[in-house]
C-alpha cells in the first residue's frame, strides 16, 4: 500500500468526509484509513474471464474505510455505509453467510477470505464512503472489496502478496455477490499507479505497467445514468456462452482461438456463438493493437480502435445500450478537428460509463456539446469528468 502522505493522490475531502461520519456514528476517533480506486478500462472487454488482454487504469476516484477498535470487543465487525446509513454486524468467529443488505455481501466475502487463510479477524467499526459513481461500470465494487482488504491488513499489520489480494477479492464477489467476473478489476485496484495504465495478460494474470503522462491527452468518463447489475444473469449469460463456443472450438478458452478460426467454424457454432466468440477474438487483437499505437504516439490509430471495440460490444456481445451508443456517435461525429482521439462504452455493459481520449485543451467543449446531446435525445442528465491514470490502494494512518 502506498502511503497517503508520500503520494500526490489527492483522497483527502474523502478522508475528512469518512472520518466525520465514523466519529459521529461510533464516537471515537479512527485508528487508519484506507483507499482504493475505481477504474476505467481503456480497451479489451468481456476478454478478462477468457484468459485474453485488458487494457485498465485506476481513476481519481475512490472507496475510502475508516476503521477504530470497538469500545466494547463485541467480536464483530460493524460496518455503516455512507450510501445506506444503517450499521450492519458481521460476526468474524466462523464464515459469515451470504445476506441482507446485498452491500454488506463485500464486506462478509473479505471477512471469509481472511478467515480462510487462517487470520483471526479482529473486532473492528469501519466505516464506508465512496466518490465512486455506484452501478457505472467503475468498479466501485473492486474498489470496496479491495479497500476492506487493505483495512484488515492494516488493522492485522500484515501485507498480502498483491496477486494474492486480488484474488482474494474477486473470490469474495464471485462467492458472496454471484457475479462471475475475471481479475481485471480487482488487479486494476490493486497494482494501479500513477501516470500509467495497466497491460495486464489475464492468463499470467502479470500487469505491466504503461506511461500514460502526456499533459496534452485526457481521459475523458462520461456517465449515462443508466444503472446496470451484473449480478441480474446476463453477465453470466455471456460467460457460460465463450466457455460454449471455446468448447465446439475444441480450446481450452477463446484465448487460445484465433479470428480466423472462429470466422471458419462452420456449423461448430451457431449464429449466437459465433459473434460472443468473434468479439473475444478480435478484441484481443485490438487491445494488443492499442497498446502498439500508445506506445507509438498514434492516437488517431488508438482510438480509432476504441471505436471498433465499442461496434463489436454492441453488436456481436450486445451489452451496450441505446444512451451509450448515443453518447460515442456524438463523440465519433464530434471527431478529430474537434480534439477527439476515440470513445467506447467501458465496463460490464447495459449502461453506466464511456471512456474518450481527447485532447486536454478541447475538454470543456466537447463536454459541452455531448452534454447537450445526449440531454436532447434522452431527456437524461450526463455526468461527465476528467481523470488521469491514478494510485492504488493506498492508506493513512
Not at 245 to 257: E, H, I, Q, Y
Not at 360 to 385: H, M, N, W
Given at each position: 500500500?502506498?502511503?497517503?502522505?508520500?503520494?500526490?493522490?489527492?483522497?483527502?475531502?474523502?478522508?475528512?468526509?469518512?472520518?466525520?461520519?465514523?466519529?459521529?456514528?461510533?464516537?471515537?476517533?479512527i485508528?487508519?484509513?484506507?483507499?482504493?480506486?475505481?477504474?476505467?478500462?481503456?480497451?479489451?472487454e468481456?476478454?478478462?474471464?477468457?484468459?485474453?488482454?485488458?487494457?485498465?487504469?485506476?481513476?481519481?476516484r475512490?472507496?475510502?474505510?475508516?476503521?477504530?477498535p470497538?469500545?466494547?470487543?463485541?467480536?464483530?465487525?460493524?460496518?455503516?455505509s455512507?450510501a445506506?446509513?444503517?450499521?450492519?454486524?458481521?460476526?468474524?468467529?466462523?464464515?459469515?453467510?451470504?445476506?441482507?443488505?446485498?452491500?454488506?455481501n463485500?464486506v462478509?466475502?473479505?471477512?471469509a477470505?481472511?478467515?480462510?487463510?487462517?487470520?483471526?479477524?479482529?473486532?473492528?467499526?469501519?466505516?464506508?464512503a465512496?466518490?465512486v459513481?455506484?452501478?457505472?461500470?467503475?468498479?466501485?465494487?473492486?474498489?470496496?472489496?479491495?479497500?476492506?482488504?487493505?483495512?484488515?491488513?492494516a488493522?492485522?499489520g500484515?501485507?498480502?502478496?498483491?496477486?494474492?489480494k486480488?484474488?482474494?477479492?474477486?473470490a469474495?464477489?464471485?462467492?458472496?455477490?454471484?457475479?462471475?467476473c475475471?481479475?481485471m478489476?480487482?488487479?486494476?485496484?490493486?497494482?494501479?499507479r500513477?501516470?500509467?495504465?495497466?497491460?495486464?495478460?489475464?492468463?499470467?494474470e502479470?500487469?505491466q505497467?504503461?506511461?500514460?503522462?502526456?499533459?496534452?491527452?485526457?481521459v475523458?468518463?462520461?456517465n449515462?445514468?443508466?444503472?446496470?447489475?451484473?449480478?441480474?444473469?446476463?453477465?453470466?449469460?455471456?460467460?457460460?456462452?465463450?466457455?460454449?463456443?471455446?468448447a465446439a472450438?475444441?480450446?481450452?478458452?477463446?484465448?487460445?482461438?484465433?479470428?480466423k478460426?472462429?470466422?471458419?467454424?462452420?456449423?461448430?457454432?451457431?449464429?449466437?456463438?459465433?459473434?460472443?466468440a468473434?468479439?473475444?477474438?478480435?478484441?484481443n487483437?485490438r487491445?494488443?493493437?492499442?497498446?502498439?499505437?500508445?506506445?507509438?504516439?498514434?492516437?488517431s490509430?488508438?482510438g480509432q480502435?476504441?471505436?471498433?471495440?465499442?461496434?463489436s460490444?454492441?453488436?456481436?456481445y450486445?451489452?451496450?445500450c441505446?444512451?451509450?451508443?448515443?453518447?460515442?456517435?456524438?463523440a465519433?461525429?464530434?471527431?478529430?478537428?474537434?480534439g477527439?482521439?476515440g470513445?467506447?462504452?467501458?465496463?460490464?455493459?447495459?449502461?453506466?460509463?464511456?471512456?474518450?481520449?481527447?485532447r486536454?485543451?478541447?475538454?470543456a467543449?466537447?463536454?459541452?456539446?455531448?452534454?447537450?446531446?445526449?440531454?436532447?435525445?434522452?431527456?437524461?442528465?450526463?455526468?461527465a469528468?476528467?481523470?488521469?491514470?491514478s494510485?492504488g490502494?493506498?492508506?493513512?494512518?
Amino acid at each position: 500500500m502506498q502511503k497517503v502522505a508520500d503520494s500526490a493522490i489527492d483522497v483527502h475531502p474523502l478522508f475528512e468526509r469518512t472520518v466525520r461520519l465514523h466519529e459521529s456514528r461510533f464516537n471515537c476517533n479512527i485508528r487508519s484509513f484506507v483507499a482504493a480506486p475505481g477504474r476505467v478500462n481503456l480497451i479489451g472487454e468481456h476478454t478478462d474471464y477468457n484468459d485474453g488482454f485488458v487494457f485498465p487504469m485506476a481513476i481519481q476516484r475512490y472507496v475510502g474505510v475508516a476503521v477504530s477498535p470497538p469500545q466494547k470487543d463485541h467480536r464483530l465487525l460493524r460496518v455503516q455505509s455512507e450510501a445506506i446509513g444503517n450499521v450492519v454486524e458481521i460476526p468474524i468467529d466462523a464464515k459469515p453467510r451470504r445476506g441482507d443488505p446485498k452491500w454488506a455481501n463485500y464486506v462478509r466475502g473479505i471477512v471469509a477470505g481472511f478467515l480462510e487463510r487462517g487470520y483471526t479477524v479482529p473486532s473492528l467499526d469501519m466505516t464506508i464512503a465512496s466518490s465512486v459513481p455506484l452501478g457505472a461500470g467503475l468498479s466501485s465494487s473492486a474498489a470496496l472489496e479491495v479497500a476492506v482488504c487493505g483495512a484488515l491488513e492494516a488493522e492485522l499489520g500484515i501485507q498480502l502478496d498483491p496477486l494474492e489480494k486480488a484474488r482474494l477479492c474477486q473470490a469474495a464477489e464471485h462467492e458472496y455477490a454471484l457475479v462471475p467476473c475475471g481479475l481485471m478489476d480487482q488487479l486494476a485496484c490493486v497494482f494501479g499507479r500513477r501516470g500509467h495504465a495497466l497491460f495486464i495478460d489475464c492468463r499470467t494474470e502479470q500487469p505491466q505497467l504503461v506511461a500514460l503522462r502526456d499533459p496534452q491527452l485526457s481521459v475523458l468518463i462520461c456517465n449515462s445514468n443508466v444503472r446496470h447489475s451484473l449480478a441480474d444473469g446476463e453477465y453470466g449469460k455471456r460467460r457460460a456462452q465463450c466457455q460454449h463456443a471455446a468448447a465446439a472450438l475444441g480450446v481450452t478458452s477463446l484465448r487460445d482461438a484465433s479470428v480466423k478460426e472462429v470466422l471458419t467454424a462452420g456449423p461448430r457454432l451457431d449464429e449466437l456463438h459465433l459473434r460472443r466468440a468473434r468479439h473475444v477474438t478480435t478484441e484481443n487483437q485490438r487491445t494488443q493493437d492499442f497498446a502498439q499505437a500508445l506506445d507509438a504516439g498514434d492516437l488517431s490509430r488508438a482510438g480509432q480502435l476504441m471505436y471498433e471495440s465499442h461496434a463489436s460490444l454492441r453488436d456481436d456481445y450486445e451489452v451496450s445500450c441505446d444512451e451509450l451508443d448515443l453518447i460515442v456517435a456524438t463523440a465519433e461525429a464530434l471527431g478529430l478537428t474537434a480534439g477527439v482521439y476515440g470513445a467506447r462504452m467501458t465496463g460490464g455493459g447495459f449502461g453506466g460509463c464511456t471512456v474518450s481520449l481527447v485532447r486536454s485543451d478541447c475538454v470543456a467543449p466537447i463536454v459541452a456539446q455531448l452534454t447537450a446531446k445526449y440531454l436532447e435525445g434522452t431527456g437524461k442528465r450526463l455526468d461527465a469528468f476528467v481523470t488521469q491514470p491514478s494510485e492504488g490502494l493506498v492508506w493513512r494512518a
